[in-house]
């Protein structure tokens, strides 16, 4: 099993252009999640989903938005990228209930000029 | 409003004992999470309390008290390997989690 993976690896954008990061996981797990990691803050939920067509929105899910047409991939959008969400993304599974372990990819380094 | 506090940065020796502690505030509680992440890396499950105690996991411990609010994550016969940082995460009534900044764990010769 692979686990979760996540692409691209890294990314730089300009303001105002747009990009989908892929979250994929092969545990067939329920739950999906993305976070932002900046420096000194915790980890930052930005959108979730509980299952398959699923989604809500999380702590910071403002200039985001996400799909989850197949219970495997977790699609996180960027309309247009901004400076401020320069930052280290991660995806995380779950396979049943939301106490159990996540389970998170590598992380995506973003960085938006 | 909901908050999670821990250290920034402790430094401790080989094959000694270090205890990092974290306190929190959440509208509801399911639990008490510790992860690892080495630097560049992804976090990595270590521990989960949702019952008041000490729970003991090879060289790692992870205890709660939830009258208080504290929990902490002991680490035993301290390796290099185990130089990362410790991330706390409480998990709220939506059963969402809400991390700590983490604490850096630097370990010396």
């Known amino acids: 099993n692979a686990g979760v993976t996540q692409t691209p690896k890294f990314r730089v954008l300009k303001t105002g252009q747009s990009m989908t990061l892929l979250c994929a996981q092969d545990?067939?797990?329920?739950?999906m999640y993305w976070y932002r990691q900046d420096p000194g803050m915790g980890l930052r939920l930005i959108h979730y989903?509980?299952?398959?067509?699923?989604?809500a929105k999380g702590e910071v899910p403002d200039g985001y938005n996400v799909s989850r047409l197949k219970k495997q991939n977790f699609l996180l959008g960027l309309e247009s990228a901004a400076p401020s969400q320069t930052s280290v993304y991660f995806c995380?599974?779950?396979?049943?209930?939301?106490?159990?372990?996540?389970?998170f990819g590598p992380g995506t380094r973003l960085t938006v000029l | 409003g909901q908050n999670i506090d821990q250290p920034t940065e402790m430094t401790a020796t080989e094959g000694a004992i270090v205890q990092i502690n974290c306190t929190y505030q959440?509208?509801?509680?399911?639990?008490l999470f510790w992860y690892q992440q080495h630097a560049g890396e992804a976090p990595t499950f270590l521990s989960y309390?949702?019952l008041d105690g000490l729970e003991e996991k090879g060289r790692f411990s992870s205890f709660l008290s939830r009258s208080k609010g504290y929990s902490y994550l002991l680490l035993k016969e301290l390796q290099m390997k185990d130089s990362a940082s410790y991330l706390c995460?409480?998990?709220?009534?939506?059963?969402?989690?809400?991390w700590g900044a983490g604490t850096k764990l630097i370990i010396k010769p």
């Open positions: 995380a599974s779950t396979p049943e209930a939301p106490q159990d372990t996540q389970y």
């Open positions: 545990m067939n797990h329920e739950y």
């Open positions: 989903s509980v299952g398959e067509g699923t989604t």
């Open positions: 959440t509208s509801g509680f399911n639990g």
């Open positions: 309390n949702v």
């Open positions: 995460a409480a998990m709220d009534s939506n059963y969402q989690l809400i």
